[in-house]
Protein backbone atom coordinates (compact mmCIF):
# COMPACT_ATOMS: atom_id res chain seq x y z
CA UNK A 1 0.00 0.00 0.00
CA UNK A 2 0.54 3.56 -0.87
CA UNK A 3 0.17 7.02 0.74
CA UNK A 4 1.29 10.64 1.08
CA UNK A 5 1.04 12.93 4.17
CA UNK A 6 1.21 16.41 3.29
CA UNK A 7 1.81 18.29 6.32
CA UNK A 8 0.14 21.51 5.56
CA UNK A 9 -2.79 22.18 4.35
CA UNK A 10 -1.51 26.06 3.92
CA UNK A 11 1.90 27.36 3.42
CA UNK A 12 2.07 31.20 2.94
CA UNK A 13 5.28 33.37 2.01
CA UNK A 14 6.00 36.54 1.49
CA UNK A 15 7.34 37.39 -2.12
CA UNK A 16 11.63 37.06 -2.26
CA UNK A 17 11.54 34.64 0.72
CA UNK A 18 12.25 30.86 0.65
CA UNK A 19 9.55 27.99 0.38
CA UNK A 20 9.45 24.63 2.13
CA UNK A 21 6.41 22.39 1.31
CA UNK A 22 6.91 19.44 3.33
CA UNK A 23 5.83 15.68 1.94
CA UNK A 24 6.21 12.16 3.90
CA UNK A 25 5.51 9.01 1.99
CA UNK A 26 4.84 5.70 3.07
CA UNK A 27 5.01 2.58 0.33
CA UNK A 28 5.98 -1.28 0.54
CA UNK A 29 7.27 -0.76 -3.08
CA UNK A 30 10.11 0.93 -4.69
CA UNK A 31 8.42 4.75 -5.32
CA UNK A 32 8.31 7.00 -7.84
CA UNK A 33 7.74 10.35 -6.25
CA UNK A 34 6.26 13.44 -8.24
CA UNK A 35 4.91 17.33 -7.33
CA UNK A 36 2.28 18.55 -8.98
CA UNK A 37 0.99 22.21 -9.19
CA UNK A 38 -2.50 23.20 -10.38
CA UNK A 39 -3.63 26.67 -10.04
CA UNK A 40 -7.25 27.30 -10.05
CA UNK A 41 -9.83 25.66 -12.61
CA UNK A 42 -7.12 24.06 -14.52
CA UNK A 43 -5.36 20.42 -14.40
CA UNK A 44 -2.16 19.50 -13.06
CA UNK A 45 1.67 20.17 -14.19
CA UNK A 46 4.00 18.12 -13.07
CA UNK A 47 7.14 19.94 -11.37
CA UNK A 48 9.22 17.69 -10.75
CA UNK A 49 9.90 13.54 -10.43
CA UNK A 50 12.10 11.27 -8.82
CA UNK A 51 12.37 7.61 -9.98
CA UNK A 52 15.44 6.20 -8.26
CA UNK A 53 18.41 8.59 -9.42
CA UNK A 54 19.71 11.51 -8.43
CA UNK A 55 17.93 12.23 -5.00
CA UNK A 56 18.20 15.66 -5.16
CA UNK A 57 15.99 16.62 -7.82
CA UNK A 58 15.18 19.91 -9.72
CA UNK A 59 12.40 20.86 -11.87
CA UNK A 60 11.06 23.50 -13.47
CA UNK A 61 10.92 27.48 -12.36
CA UNK A 62 13.19 26.95 -9.41
CA UNK A 63 11.44 24.15 -7.72
CA UNK A 64 13.67 21.18 -6.00
CA UNK A 65 12.65 18.74 -3.87
CA UNK A 66 14.84 15.78 -2.12
CA UNK A 67 14.32 11.95 -1.57
CA UNK A 68 15.25 10.87 1.82
CA UNK A 69 14.87 7.36 2.44
CA UNK A 70 15.95 6.92 6.19
CA UNK A 71 13.42 10.32 6.82
CA UNK A 72 10.26 8.99 4.22
CA UNK A 73 10.66 12.61 2.94
CA UNK A 74 10.03 14.30 -0.60
CA UNK A 75 9.81 17.96 0.60
CA UNK A 76 9.28 20.59 -2.14
CA UNK A 77 11.58 23.91 -1.98
CA UNK A 78 12.59 27.00 -3.94
CA UNK A 79 14.77 29.57 -2.84
CA UNK A 80 13.04 32.67 -3.53
CA UNK A 81 9.12 32.71 -4.03
CA UNK A 82 7.51 34.64 -7.24
CA UNK A 83 3.20 36.00 -6.65
CA UNK A 84 3.15 33.42 -9.68
CA UNK A 85 3.92 30.39 -7.18
CA UNK A 86 0.83 30.84 -5.41
CA UNK A 87 -1.42 27.69 -6.35
CA UNK A 88 -2.46 24.10 -4.80
CA UNK A 89 0.37 21.98 -4.63
CA UNK A 90 0.20 17.94 -4.58
CA UNK A 91 2.51 15.47 -3.50
CA UNK A 92 2.03 12.03 -5.04
CA UNK A 93 3.60 8.66 -5.05
CA UNK A 94 3.86 5.76 -7.15
CA UNK A 95 4.71 2.14 -7.75
CA UNK A 96 8.26 2.80 -9.14
CA UNK A 97 8.28 1.31 -13.15
CA UNK A 98 4.53 0.11 -13.02
CA UNK A 99 2.59 2.29 -15.81
CA UNK A 100 -0.54 0.43 -14.57
CA UNK A 101 -0.56 1.05 -10.54
CA UNK A 102 -2.14 4.95 -10.41
CA UNK A 103 -1.04 7.52 -8.91
CA UNK A 104 -2.21 8.34 -4.92
CA UNK A 105 -2.29 11.94 -4.36
CA UNK A 106 -1.92 13.96 -1.11
CA UNK A 107 -4.39 16.14 0.27
CA UNK A 108 -2.51 19.35 -1.38
CA UNK A 109 -0.89 22.42 0.26
CA UNK A 110 -2.09 25.90 -0.54
CA UNK A 111 0.68 28.10 -1.28
CA UNK A 112 0.17 31.77 -0.71
CA UNK A 113 2.54 34.77 -1.90
CA UNK A 114 2.18 37.97 -0.22
CA UNK A 115 3.60 40.72 -1.44
CA UNK B 1 5.79 16.04 -22.45
CA UNK B 2 3.19 14.28 -23.35
CA UNK B 3 -0.01 16.13 -24.13
CA UNK B 4 -3.41 14.94 -22.94
CA UNK B 5 -6.16 16.97 -24.47
CA UNK B 6 -9.45 16.58 -22.43
CA UNK B 7 -12.79 17.89 -23.53
CA UNK B 8 -15.27 20.01 -22.75
CA UNK B 9 -13.26 22.32 -20.14
CA UNK B 10 -17.13 22.91 -19.07
CA UNK B 11 -19.96 21.96 -19.45
CA UNK B 12 -23.81 22.45 -17.80
CA UNK B 13 -26.34 20.13 -17.93
CA UNK B 14 -29.89 19.24 -17.11
CA UNK B 15 -30.10 16.85 -14.50
CA UNK B 16 -31.21 13.97 -15.32
CA UNK B 17 -29.16 13.87 -18.91
CA UNK B 18 -25.58 12.35 -19.66
CA UNK B 19 -22.51 14.00 -20.41
CA UNK B 20 -19.61 12.67 -21.59
CA UNK B 21 -15.96 13.57 -20.80
CA UNK B 22 -13.54 12.63 -23.50
CA UNK B 23 -9.70 12.77 -22.74
CA UNK B 24 -7.14 11.95 -25.56
CA UNK B 25 -3.47 11.31 -25.75
CA UNK B 26 -2.36 13.26 -28.31
CA UNK B 27 1.37 11.78 -29.34
CA UNK B 28 1.68 8.75 -27.58
CA UNK B 29 -0.17 5.61 -26.72
CA UNK B 30 -1.93 5.54 -23.43
CA UNK B 31 -1.57 2.22 -22.43
CA UNK B 32 -3.66 3.24 -19.29
CA UNK B 33 -5.81 6.10 -18.15
CA UNK B 34 -7.29 7.09 -14.93
CA UNK B 35 -10.26 9.15 -13.99
CA UNK B 36 -10.22 11.57 -11.21
CA UNK B 37 -12.72 13.76 -9.42
CA UNK B 38 -12.17 16.70 -7.19
CA UNK B 39 -14.49 18.68 -4.88
CA UNK B 40 -13.62 22.06 -4.24
CA UNK B 41 -10.43 22.78 -2.62
CA UNK B 42 -9.72 19.16 -2.00
CA UNK B 43 -7.28 16.64 -3.35
CA UNK B 44 -8.10 14.51 -6.37
CA UNK B 45 -10.01 10.95 -5.43
CA UNK B 46 -9.50 8.35 -7.84
CA UNK B 47 -12.82 6.80 -9.66
CA UNK B 48 -11.59 4.29 -11.63
CA UNK B 49 -8.61 3.11 -13.61
CA UNK B 50 -9.03 1.61 -17.72
CA UNK B 51 -7.04 -0.28 -19.85
CA UNK B 52 -7.41 -0.12 -23.62
CA UNK B 53 -9.51 -2.82 -24.60
CA UNK B 54 -10.27 -4.04 -20.98
CA UNK B 55 -13.42 -3.04 -18.65
CA UNK B 56 -12.50 -0.59 -15.94
CA UNK B 57 -11.37 -1.39 -12.61
CA UNK B 58 -13.48 1.32 -10.14
CA UNK B 59 -12.92 2.23 -6.78
CA UNK B 60 -14.95 1.44 -3.88
CA UNK B 61 -17.54 3.58 -3.63
CA UNK B 62 -17.77 4.81 -7.41
CA UNK B 63 -20.95 3.60 -9.15
CA UNK B 64 -20.06 2.11 -12.32
CA UNK B 65 -23.71 1.98 -14.12
CA UNK B 66 -23.83 6.04 -13.16
CA UNK B 67 -19.92 7.02 -14.57
CA UNK B 68 -19.71 4.43 -17.67
CA UNK B 69 -15.68 4.53 -19.01
CA UNK B 70 -14.62 3.39 -22.53
CA UNK B 71 -11.27 3.10 -23.37
CA UNK B 72 -11.49 1.51 -26.78
CA UNK B 73 -8.61 2.77 -28.46
CA UNK B 74 -4.84 3.67 -27.13
CA UNK B 75 -5.38 7.21 -27.54
CA UNK B 76 -9.28 7.67 -26.44
CA UNK B 77 -10.87 7.35 -23.27
CA UNK B 78 -14.34 8.78 -22.36
CA UNK B 79 -16.44 8.89 -19.37
CA UNK B 80 -20.01 9.23 -19.23
CA UNK B 81 -21.95 10.60 -16.20
CA UNK B 82 -25.19 9.14 -16.71
CA UNK B 83 -28.60 10.84 -14.98
CA UNK B 84 -26.30 13.63 -13.73
CA UNK B 85 -27.37 14.89 -10.77
CA UNK B 86 -26.35 18.21 -8.76
CA UNK B 87 -24.34 15.99 -6.53
CA UNK B 88 -22.48 14.87 -9.51
CA UNK B 89 -21.13 18.73 -10.18
CA UNK B 90 -17.36 18.41 -10.11
CA UNK B 91 -14.18 19.11 -11.53
CA UNK B 92 -13.35 15.50 -13.35
CA UNK B 93 -9.44 15.25 -14.42
CA UNK B 94 -8.10 12.06 -16.47
CA UNK B 95 -4.33 11.28 -16.77
CA UNK B 96 -3.05 8.46 -19.00
CA UNK B 97 0.50 6.58 -18.67
CA UNK B 98 1.75 4.55 -22.21
CA UNK B 99 4.39 3.25 -24.10
CA UNK B 100 6.79 6.34 -25.31
CA UNK B 101 5.99 8.07 -22.27
CA UNK B 102 9.30 7.04 -19.68
CA UNK B 103 7.00 4.48 -17.94
CA UNK B 104 5.90 6.45 -14.52
CA UNK B 105 5.09 9.77 -15.20
CA UNK B 106 1.37 10.18 -15.53
CA UNK B 107 0.20 13.04 -18.28
CA UNK B 108 -3.04 14.50 -16.78
CA UNK B 109 -5.76 16.57 -18.65
CA UNK B 110 -6.96 19.93 -18.27
CA UNK B 111 -9.61 18.66 -16.02
CA UNK B 112 -13.76 19.26 -17.51
CA UNK B 113 -15.36 21.69 -14.42
CA UNK B 114 -19.29 19.86 -14.54
CA UNK B 115 -21.86 21.75 -13.41
CA UNK B 116 -25.40 19.80 -12.74
CA UNK B 117 -28.53 22.35 -12.67
Known amino acids: AQSVTQLDSHVSVSEGTPVLLRCNYS??????LFWYVQHPNKGLQLLLK??????LVKGINGFEAEFKKSETSFHLTKPSAHMSDAAEYFCVVSQLNSGNTPLVFGKGTRLSVIA | GAVVSQHPSWVICKSGTSVKIECRSLDFQATTMFWYRQFPKQSLMLMATSNEGSKATYEQGVEKDKFLINHASLTLSTLTVTSAHPEDSSFYIC?????????????FGQGTRLTVV
Open chain 1, 50 to 55: YTSAAT
Open chain 1, 27 to 32: SSYSPS
Open chain 2, 95 to 107: SARGTGTGGTEAF
